[in-house]
């Protein structure tokens, strides 16, 4: 199994920059593809971004240009940078690993708040 602590989150004004990090626990952290997802208030949880074993990269169209993920599995650890952040990337962000078809976990997640 795979437990996941994200930290990083916070207040930042618009055009600022955040750097969230998902420290996971266990030994499959390598073979798992990593994902953050995001959830504001009324809104659906949605992707923001995913990182596969092999280092693939995909990103919602809102964040594209801004946001970075990348993987370090020495350290079993994701990080999503944000850059130009926006009001609107308000939410809270979730950590996620899969591994196949069976099996997902998720992080408590971490706020991030953008002030206008």
């Known amino acids: 199994q795979v437990q996941l602590v994200e930290s990083g989150g916070g207040l930042v004004q618009a055009g600022g920059s955040l750097r969230l990090s998902c420290a996971a626990s266990?030994?499959?952290?390598?073979?798992?593809?990593m994902g953050w997802f995001r959830q504001a208030p009324g809104k659906q949880r949605e992707l923001v971004a995913g990182?596969?074993?092999?280092?693939?990269?995909n990103y919602a169209e809102s964040v594209k240009g801004r946001f970075t993920i990348s993987r370090d599995n020495a350290k079993n650890t994701v990080y999503l940078q944000m850059n130009s952040l926006k009001p609107e990337d308000t939410a809270v962000y979730y950590c996620?690993?899969?591994?196949?078809?069976?099996?997902?976990?998720w992080g408590q997640g971490t706020q991030v708040t953008v002030s206008s």
């Open positions: 266990g030994s499959i952290f390598s073979r798992c593809i």
């Open positions: 996620n690993a899969r591994l196949g078809s069976n099996y997902s976990s």
């Open positions: 990182i596969s074993s092999s280092g693939s990269t």
